[in-house]
């Protein structure tokens, strides 16, 4: 294989393994109150090491990472605003459950920065599956991310 074409799939795998620790961070966040530089500092320190050498996963890119970590809290009232708006009327956020908000927030984040509909509501479709396998939670969330990404696009 052409070396151009390894390196273009490595970076799509690296981006996949930041929007996986983009939830995990944006759970942390919400649960403890972490500031985004510890978090950061955290998947970047032992989170990162622990998957590359412990688990054998890819390598992340944390610059994509902390993009859609800072993107998330800068814009959070009007993710989830449009989050709201994309679920039953007769919703609270706090009945969300928190991993599945995580994946909407993070969601939300990257089409603010302009990711292709199609590749995020993909990538965050299979994390939803990773973390609810058996479970509606994955109708919910094709569902939402595609309401989601009409309101927010269209804004």
């Known amino acids: 294989m052409e070396s151009s074409k390894i390196t273009k799939l490595q970076k799509i795998k690296e981006k996949s393994v930041s929007r996986l620790y983009a939830v995990q961070a944006l759970f942390q966040i919400e649960a403890n109150s972490n500031s985004i530089e510890k978090i950061v500092l955290e998947f970047k320190n032992h989170r990162e090491k622990e998957n590359l050498y412990s688990n054998n ?19 959070q009232k009007k993710i989830d605003m449009n989050i709201m708006k994309s679920i039953k009327d007769d919703w609270a956020m706090e009945r969300i ?27 965050f479709l299979e994390i939803a599956k990773s973390f609810f396998p058996n479970g509606k939670e994955c109708k919910l969330a094709n569902g939402v991310l595609d309401k989601l990404a009409t309101e927010i696009l269209s804004t």
């Not at 996963?57 to 814009?75: A, G, M, N, P, W």
């Not at 991993?99 to 302009?114: G, H, P, S, V």
């Open 57 to 75: 996963y890819s390598r992340s890119d944390l610059i994509f990472f902390k993009k859609i970590i800072e993107t998330t809290v800068k814009h």
């Open 97 to 123: 459950d928190p991993t599945l908000r995580a994946i909407f927030r993070a969601a939300a984040a990257e089409f603010l920065i302009k990711t292709p509909p199609k590749v995020v509501i993909s990538e």
